[in-house]
């Protein structure tokens, strides 16, 4: 029997759906998953008639960020969103907006938050659902990361969760677990020219990889790359505190990086870096494709 997903969304620029339709195998998920109702992809019921009454869901996917000012079919999201939270067996969170707020929690007009710390806010109604909520931020989210999560809850596979309801399967690691760049991390050379393949962004280009937590370097986009990869910083997009400022610049405290790497200590932090500026690997100064 088909899974019945509603894919509802707030205040949403449509990243998480994009992502979603580059998921390669997409015509064999929807052997086993129908929408109820969807965006873009034809489902069972327009917007107009899954806010007007309650449709049978299995699954409620919710994607943007949540306000109690935004509307849709003339309808508040949140009483939308609890109409069908009430008997959703699962409710998803689709990317960071919805996670967290993202970058729509910045305008003041719309009060927007995520959906986690709602029960923290105003709407008191949504903190009897938090123990159906499973979350997976990213702007926008791997579509791999989705699907397989959908499969998981689908099988009734028991899902170990982060503080942040986050699947541990895939939240984890940190970005930059299995960067290609990270022998540059560990000798301090830093990479001033974005694009290219040498390098590691951390120390002066405001790469977010170590404290951020994801697969990007594990699950590959289009299976084929990633922003480190790609020679341009991480932002942390999987992270409460995304969007930052100055996302191309690491803030410094007399030379030293605000940020530290997961459960490192600064004065830890200076000892390594002591010891590897010692160092001077020739091989790692060059381009990989100079003669």
Known sequence: MKTKILWFQAVSCNGNVHSFLNYPYIERFLEDFTFVYHPVIEGEFTLEDIVKSYRKIDILLIDGTISRHFKRADKSVTDTISMYALNAKYIVTVGTCATFGGIFKENDSLQGSGFLFLEEKSVEKFSKFRKKVVSLSGCPV??????????????????????????????????????????????????????????????????????????????????????????????????????????????????????????????????????????????????????
Not at 153 to 163: A, F, H, T, V, W
Not at 265 to 270: C, D, F, G, P, V
């Open 142 to 291: 791997h579509p791999d990361v989705l699907v397989n999560t959908l499969y998981m809850l689908k099988e009734n596979i028991s899902l170990m969760l982060d503080k942040y309801k986050r699947p541990k399967e895939f939240f984890a690691y940190t970005v930059h677990n299995g960067c290609t760049r990270n022998e540059y991390f560990e000798y301090k050379i830093d990479n001033h020219r974005f694009g290219e393949k040498e390098g590691c962004m951390f120390y002066d280009h405001g790469c977010r990889a170590p404290f951020t937590h994801g697969s990007c370097n594990k699950i590959l986009w289009n299976e084929v790359n990633s922003k480190t990869r790609a020679g341009q910083p991480c932002f942390g997009c999987t992270q409460p505190d995304f969007p930052g400022r100055d996302l191309f610049v690491t803030k410094k405290n007399m030379g030293i990086p605000q940020y530290m790497p997961f459960d490192v200590q600064k004065r830890a932090y200076l000892t390594l870096s002591g010891v590897a500026k010692a160092f001077k690997i020739e091989r790692l100064e060059k381009r990989l494709f100079d003669d």
